[in-house]
């Protein structure tokens, strides 16, 4: 089992900045590749971005791509999402997931281990 616990959300004005990260316990947490997604209300989860077991592969949503940053550390067991220019849009509760597998992936079945969720609130 991994245990995946978010923290870093928050109420923040539009065009500013949120750091999340993840920090991850259990099983071997370096191989998987790990994720951010996100639920607003009334609304599916959606992939935000992933980051591979290596560190070397990411990927982003079109929604995000050039405004957030995924990264990780895995000497510390931790994940983190920088967020810039924050938009309304982006209110939602973020979720981190990982995965056994080291490559990208960007569906939500394919993650086996999920966090809380932390909210993120962008006011206009």
């Known amino acids: 089992q991994v245990q995946l616990v978010e923290s870093g959300g928050g109420l923040v004005q539009a065009g500013g900045s949120l750091r999340l990260s993840c920090a991850a316990s259990?099983?071997?947490?370096?191989?998987?590749?790990m994720a951010w997604f996100r639920q607003a209300p009334g609304k599916e989860r959606e992939f935000v971005a992933a980051?591979?077991?290596?560190?070397?592969?990411?990927r982003y949503a079109d929604s995000v791509k050039g405004r957030f940053t995924i990264s990780r550390d895995n000497a510390k067991n931790t994940v983190d999402l920088q967020m810039d220019s924050l938009k309304p849009e982006d209110t939602a509760v973020y979720y981190c997931?990982?995965?056994?597998?080291?490559?990208?992936?960007?569906?939500?079945?394919?993650?086996?281990?999920w966090g809380q969720g932390t909210q993120v609130t962008v006011s206009s």
């Open positions: 259990g099983r071997t947490f370096n191989s998987g590749a």
């Open positions: 997931a990982s995965r056994t597998a080291s490559w990208l992936g960007t569906s939500r079945g394919s993650y086996d281990y």
């Open positions: 980051v591979s077991g290596s560190g070397g592969g990411l």
